[in-house]
C-alpha cells in the first residue's frame, strides 16, 4: 500500500510540474506585450522599454525563462505580480480560502444530490421519481453552470430576496453559487450511480442475497450502493478538477473574491507569474484530492484492498 502511494505521488509531481510548463508555454505564445501593459499606455522610450524587458527576463528564450522560474517556485518564491508589482504568494494566499470554501460546498451538492438521486431512480425504475431524477440529471449536465447562477440568481436574490446577490463573507453567499457549481457534477454522478446500480443489480451474487432472505434494504444499501460507488468514486475525483475550473466563471458571475477570479484578471492583463500561481496551487489540490480517492477505493471495495 506505501508503494502505491508513493508511486502516486510522483505522478502527480509530474503533472504538477507538466501543467506548469504547458501554462507557461501558453501565456509565452499569446500575443500581447506584457512590458507595455505594465506602462499601461505610458510614453516611454524605445530604450526604456528593451531596458524593462531585460529587466524582467523576457528577452531571454523560454527554456531559461522557465528555468528559472522553476527554479524560484521550488524555494517558495512565486515571484511578484507584472501589474502590481505585489507578490504573489500573499495574494494567493488571501483568496485560497473563499474558493476552497466554494468548491467544497460545490461537491457536497454535487456527492449528495448525484448519489441520492441515483440510487432512487435505479430503485425506482421507469417511475416518476426515475423520470424526474433524470431529468434533473440531464439539466445539470445540459446547462452551463454561469447560465444557472443567473437563473438562481435572478429567482432567489432578485425577486424572492432570499439570498445576497453577489460578495463573500456569510454562508448565505455560498448557497447560490454553490448550487448552480455542484448541479454540474450531479448531473454525470446521477446517470453514473443509476445506470452501474442497475447493472448490478441485474448480478447473480443479489438474487442470491435475495434468494437467502436478505433485506431488500440491506441488498440495496449494503452490497448494491457499495459496488456501485467505485465508478462515482472515479467520477468524483474528476469532478474535483471541474469544479475548481468552474470557480472562474462563477467567481465572475457572482463578483465572489477568490483565486478562480484573479486568475480571470491575470490571463487578461497576460500577468504571467500570477496565473502561474493559480495553476500551481490548483494543480496541487487536484492531484491531492485524486490521490485520496485511489486510497478510499481500497476502504470501500476489500477486494482492491487485498490485491494491492
Known amino acids: 500500500m506505501a508503494g502505491t502511494i508513493l508511486t502516486r505521488l510522483l505522478t ?12 507557461f508555454l501558453i501565456m509565452y505564445v499569446l500575443p500581447g506585450d506584457p512590458v507595455l501593459q505594465m506602462l499601461d499606455g505610458n510614453a516611454t522610450s524605445p530604450e526604456a522599454i528593451a531596458d524593462l524587458r531585460h529587466q524582467l527576463g523576457l528577452d531571454q ?4 525563462q522557465f528555468s528559472r522560474y522553476f527554479i524560484h517556485l521550488l524555494q517558495g518564491d512565486f515571484g511578484q505580480s507584472r501589474i502590481t508589482q505585489a507578490p504573489v504568494l500573499p495574494k494567493i494566499l488571501e483568496q485560497v480560502p473563499a474558493t476552497l470554501a466554494l468548491t467544497f460546498v460545490s461537491a457536497v451538492v454535487s456527492i449528495v444530490v ?9 430503485i425506482h425504475r421507469n417511475g416518476i421519481i426515475d423520470v424526474l431524477a433524470r431529468f434533473v440529471g440531464l439539466f445539470g449536465i445540459s446547462m452551463p453552470s454561469f447560465w444557472t447562477g443567473i437563473l438562481l440568481l435572478l429567482l432567489f436574490s432578485i425577486k424572492l430576496g432570499w439570498f445576497p446577490a453577489m460578495g463573500s463573507g456569510s454562508w448565505k453567499t455560498l ?7 455542484g448541479l454540474v457534477g450531479a448531473g454525470f454522478i446521477v446517470r453514473m450511480v443509476r445506470n452501474t446500480m442497475l447493472e448490478i443489480l441485474s448480478e447473480p451474487f443479489i438474487l442470491t442475497l ?11 444499501y449494503r452490497h448494491a450502493l457499495r459496488n456501485s460507488l ?5 467520477m468524483i475525483g474528476v469532478m474535483i478538477g471541474e469544479l475548481l475550473s468552474g470557480t472562474v466563471v462563477i467567481e465572475t458571475v457572482f463578483a465572489r473574491q477568490g483565486i478562480g477570479r484573479i486568475l480571470a484578471d491575470a490571463i487578461m492583463a497576460k500577468d504571467i507569474p500570477v496565473v502561474q500561481g493559480v495553476v500551481f496551487f490548483t494543480a496541487i489540490i487536484y492531484v491531492s484530492v485524486n ?18
Open 12 to 23: 502527480s509531481l509530474l503533472v504538477v510540474v507538466g501543467s506548469s510548463m504547458l501554462v
Open 61 to 64: 528564450p523560454f527554456y531559461e
Open 114 to 122: 448525484g448519489i441520492l438521486l441515483g440510487v432512487l431512480s435505479a
Open 175 to 181: 448557497v447560490l453559487p454553490g448550487i448552480a457549481l
Open 210 to 220: 435475495r434468494a437467502k432472505g436478505l433485506a431488500e434494504r440491506a441488498v440495496m
Open 230 to 234: 467505485i465508478p462515482a468514486l472515479t
Open 291 to 308: 490521490v485520496l480517492v485511489d486510497i478510499s477505493y481500497s476502504l470501500v471495495d476489500p477486494r482492491i484492498r487485498r490485491s494491492t
